[in-house]
Nanobody, 124 residues
Framework: QVQLAESGGGSAQAGESLKLSCAASGPMYRDYCLGWIRQDPGKEREGVAAIDSNGDTFYKDSVKGRFTISVENDKTTLYLQLNSLKPEDTAMYYC??????????????????WGQGTQVTVSS
């Protein structure tokens, strides 16, 4: 099992940027799918982005062109760059990991390893 710890959340004005980090400890899966999932109180979790060990990336339509997911070459840190933030991006953001299996996606139900989350609050 991979241990994950997020950082980098905070408050921003609409249009500003934040960068989230997720430190991974323990052996990372050789073939992996890593993702960022967010949840606002009273709403269901929603996946926003994922990246696999082939370097392929996947984004929810509402964040395409604004968010960028990336991972360090040594697989120890996952990032999510959030640009052009909107108030509707306000949520707790979680990083998650799983073995790649057949395919990668940002579906929250597919992930088994989770961090504790970092809060992002965007004001208009």
């Amino acid at each position: 099992q991979v241990q994950l710890a997020e950082s980098g959340g905070g408050s921003a004005q609409a249009g500003e940027s934040l960068k989230l980090s997720c430190a991974a400890s323990g052996p990372m899966y050789r073939d992996y799918c890593l993702g960022w999932i967010r949840q606002d109180p009273g709403k269901e979790r929603e996946g926003v982005a994922a990246i696999d060990s082939n370097g392929d990336t996947f984004y929810k339509d509402s964040v395409k062109g604004r968010f960028t997911i990336s991972v360090e070459n040594d697989k120890t840190t996952l990032y999510l760059q959030l640009n052009s933030l909107k108030p509707e991006d306000t949520a707790m953001y979680y990083c998650a990991a799983r073995p790649l299996g057949g395919y990668c996606s940002y579906d929250p139900q597919m992930f088994g390893d989770w961090g504790q989350g970092t809060q992002v609050t965007v004001s208009s």
